[in-house]
């Protein structure tokens, strides 16, 4: 049976069975000030390595340990020259001289990495693609004072990787490559994918599924320092600031109809509106709706408002299907359809609609949907989502638990929203008002 790392640690405890050594060398494997770790972050490009690193980074630094990322790709963009970086060739491994370049950086951290350890650091995280076996061989042998953990992000989701894509070519490096930017930046994953070698042989490994925050699979021959601060970083998702809003009120909402897609009225707008002025108080650099008019033009207005800010319509945030009852109002399907109202009526959350969907049925698709917003919106620290009803509730419910019975009947209003703070020190979760 293979024990966890501060199971072992606990273990080489117990040999002490005098009170006091017991106490002294505990506290010295736990709370040794001169215990030092190296992760190396691995893994293809836009795979979610650098929002680990300053995660990581951010939570150790909370604990009070000095904690600093090394990335290759800053120094690439200091010292190389953007023109040639943000082309696909300078990856390729065929380009003899731009692979010197580029293990060069590598080294340059490396060394960099070691003399912070040496000194008063205690957590070196060194950031960068780190596919190929022989760079992690050099890596593990030139940084062997202390020990070296490899955390390999994994994430193949097509949706988003586009999106990841679409986000990255924004900067300015890539600005020169115009219509061509994308297709270079696929490039340059292709060639990384030619050297690209899972982690086995190292000593010490994680592989993760970074947009779900998930481990897939660990490998311990060393006792890692900080090992559940670290696991319980990359497995927990934190929720610095949500705001769930509803969209505003729609011609379907005055007639009472449910689904479809129609636009807001004047006074939906107008509230539209004032949510953009609510929010101008606060930095909201994306917005993520569903498909439908009601939740971009929502969003539309409180984009308008703030200076830097893009909406992402997920397919995962689409209201609740439901089926033959599209475009219905209750009464309708209680006169026409007697049957579907009172078996929904009976068991809401499991009732599927024929040829829609239930409650139960959309878990799986709101779930995957967070998981994509909280991937995408990457480091900011605000996140907005503005859904429906049946899908805010079920966003609600992944945050705050509720009986099954009772999610299909929370409150969401459409003049206030939800402000969620789900982090290691606070819970919240708040109904406000927005004018
Ligand atoms: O009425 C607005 C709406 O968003 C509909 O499109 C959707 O079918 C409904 O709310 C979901 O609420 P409930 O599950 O209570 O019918």
Redesign the pocket.
Known sequence: MSLTPNLQSFIDIKYYNSYTSFKIIFNKRLFMSDEKLYIVLMGLPARGKSTLAVRLRDAFQKSSISARIFNNGNLRRIYGTLDETARSEFYSPENSAAVELREGFARMNMQKAKAYLQNSGRIAILDATNAERKRRAAIEKYLNDHPLLFIECVNDDEDILTLSIQEKIKLPEFAHLKDRAAKEFLKRIDYYRMIYTPLKPERNYIRIDSLQNMIIEEKHSDVIPFYERLRDTLVTDEVKNLFLIRHTQTEY?VAGR??GDSPLTKKGRAQAKALGRFFTRRKISYIFTSRRIRTIDTAKAICEMQNDCRIISLKEFD??N?GICERMTYEDIEKNLPHVFKKRGAD?YHYVYPGGESYETMKSRITQGIKKAFFLNRRASNIMIVG???VNRMILSHFLYRREDDV?YIYVPQDRFYHIVSTHNKKLFELKRYD
Do not use: D, L, S, Y
Request: no cysteine; aromatic share 0%.
């Open positions: 909402n449910i689904g209201e609740i439901a809401k429906h009803q049946a299909p």
